[in-house]
């Protein structure tokens, strides 16, 4: 047990430490909203467009060290109910175009009594990107889903937390 935990921490460590020196777009770009809440900063932003639409970027931090976010892919239950997928959904006058994509690597995060791992990013800073559809000119919202869990506790759960945003330049 105490050689996986190792493993595990090594891991962690290893692509925190390979992914630290990625510039995160969320830092550039034209501010689009924020949000704090249960131990997450989240910083939107509009990104360089792709060739479907705009990008929004969401950069998700945890504002205690050692704590990690959990994988776009989650299921909206998490895994036998522990964790939660962290999400930029949209609505008014945006649609997505396609998945949302994130910054850095899912790493496996394995949990005594769960007999499959949670897909977690490293502990720190991820960045969320959707491309969107501007609709119209109305006003435009994000709901953020995410939690937030170091090894040993977790916080409580953001579920669909309303942001009103800018339109992208442009729009």
């Known amino acids: 047990m105490k050689r996986a935990l190792w493993a595990l921490a090594a891991t962690l460590a290893l692509t925190t430490a390979c ?7 969320a830092s550039t770009g034209t501010p689009a909203g924020s949000w704090r809440g249960n131990g997450v900063e989240v910083t939107l932003r509009w990104a360089a467009g792709s060739p479907a639409g705009p990008v929004l970027a969401a950069e998700f ?24 997928p962290t999400k930029v959904d949209v609505g008014g006058a945006l649609s997505a175009v396609g998945p949302a994509s994130a910054d850095v690597p899912v790493v496996a995060l394995r949990v005594v009594g769960l007999a ?10 991820v960045t969320v990107r959707q491309v969107v559809r501007v609709n119209a000119a109305r006003g435009a919202e994000v709901f953020l889903t995410y939690a937030a869990c170091s090894r040993t506790a977790c916080l409580p759960p953001v ?8 339109l992208p330049p442009g729009s």
């Open 159 to 166: 579920s669909r937390q309303r942001v009103d945003v800018s």
């Open 116 to 125: 499959d791992p949670l897909p977690v990013y490293p502990d720190g800073r």
């Open 61 to 84: 931090l945890p504002t205690q060290p050692g704590f990690h976010l959990y994988s776009v892919d989650l299921p909206d239950g998490g895994l036998d109910g522990v964790g939660r």
């Open 19 to 25: 992914t630290a020196s990625v510039a995160s777009t």
